[in-house]
Structure formats: C-alpha cells, structure tokens
C-alpha cells in the first residue's frame, strides 16, 4: 500500500511533504535475503520483521523509488536501498525462467478495523500482476545502469525477456486474464498489461537499445 500512495503522490502532488516520509518508510522497512548475497528486498509487509522476500513487492518499491529519485534528492541509503532491490531481482537462482516464481502472480489480503463496529475488520482483496510489473523495474533508468556497470546485462535481458513473454500469454484477443480463472477479465490488469508491454516497445526501439 505504501508503493501505490508514494507513485499515487509523486503525480498528483510531488511537493506535498508526505512524499519524503512515504519514501523513508520504504527505504527503512527494507529485509535481507540470505539466498541471494544478503541483498535487500521488501516483503509483503512493512510491519512483520520476518516477513518474506516478494518479487513483485520488490519489483513495485524499485518502480517507486526510482519515480522518486527524478523528483527529490536521494540520499546514500536510499539509493542503496533502490539499486541493492534490483541487484535482488536480477539475482534470481533459476538459470530458465520460464516457469520462475518470480513471475508468479499473488494475491493477498489487506485487512482494517470497521469503522464503526470495532470488533469486525474489513478485508480487500489486492492481486499482484507480478510479470508486469518485473517488466516496470527491470526498464526503470536506474536498472539498465546496474546492470551495465555491473556487468549483469544477460541476467537483465533473460528476465526482461521471459517477463514480457508472460505479460503476452496472460492476454486473449487483447484482454487480460486473471491466471485463466473465473475471476473474470480484471480492467486494471488489461490496462497493466499494455504499459508493460508498451514501455517495453520504446525501450526496444531506442538507438543503442
């Protein structure tokens, strides 16, 4: 939730004072993972120390903080923090990733209390088009350049290329679906859908690219 109100922020109201705060509680809620070089990573919550590393949770503070690093001053710790989550994906152990659970979309609850009856909680439902997103940090300016000064090119072209496979599978005539179930054809993931694969696009037809 923190990753949608920070992108949310930074275009609807970049200079509001909430920006910097949302971006340091993301930097500083950061976990390590010890199966892959002790990089850090997010999980699926900022609250629970021992969360679980999370690709696409990973994959979406990348994108925001690499939103937030064109408009504010990024410090040391942040950039570290930002680069150490894309080192995190590129290091992906599976040397195919066809069928890499890095790219496996997730859903998950976020629960809150009632508003008026203390003793209930209102549950929402939030699902993760994980594949898009991967294709979002992995394109972000700040991940071609680790991957170029760090020599890390053919990890960042495999994933890169075997995420906008998946993006493309999960379409039908155009239309999007939610892992072939019958939750129907989900607007936000169409429209997920095409900006991966539109960013995708013009990054493949850049010179040089």
């Not at 009632?114 to 003793?119: F, G, I, M, T």
């Amino acid at each position: 939730m923190v990753t949608t109100m920070l992108r949310g922020l930074l275009r609807a109201a970049p200079h509001s004072p909430d920006v910097a705060r949302l971006r340091d509680e993301l930097v500083d809620r950061t976990i390590t993972d010890p199966a892959r070089e002790h990089r850090r990573c997010w999980g699926p919550t900022l609250r629970t120390p021992a969360a679980r590393p999370s690709p696409v949770h990973t994959a979406q503070a990348v994108v925001a903080l690499d939103r937030a690093a064109r408009l504010l001053d990024e410090d040391t710790n942040t950039r570290a923090a930002r680069e150490d989550g894309v080192r995190w994906l590129l290091s992906c152990p599976q040397p195919l990733h066809d069928a890499c659970v890095d790219l496996t979309n997730t859903q998950e609850e976020v629960r809150r209390p009632h508003p008026v009856d203390s003793w209930r909680q209102e549950v929402l439902f939030v699902r993760h088009f994980t594949a898009a997103w991967m294709v979002r940090a992995l394109l972000t300016p700040g991940a071609w350049r680790i991957a170029v000064d760090e020599g890390r090119e053919e990890q960042w072209h495999a994933l890169l290329t075997t995420a906008v496979g998946s993006v493309w599978r999960q379409q039908d005539d155009g239309i999007w679906n939610w892992d072939g179930h019958d939750l129907g054809r989900p607007l936000w993931m169409t429209y997920q859908g095409l900006s991966a694969l539109r960013a995708h696009a013009v990054w493949m037809y850049q010179p040089g690219a």
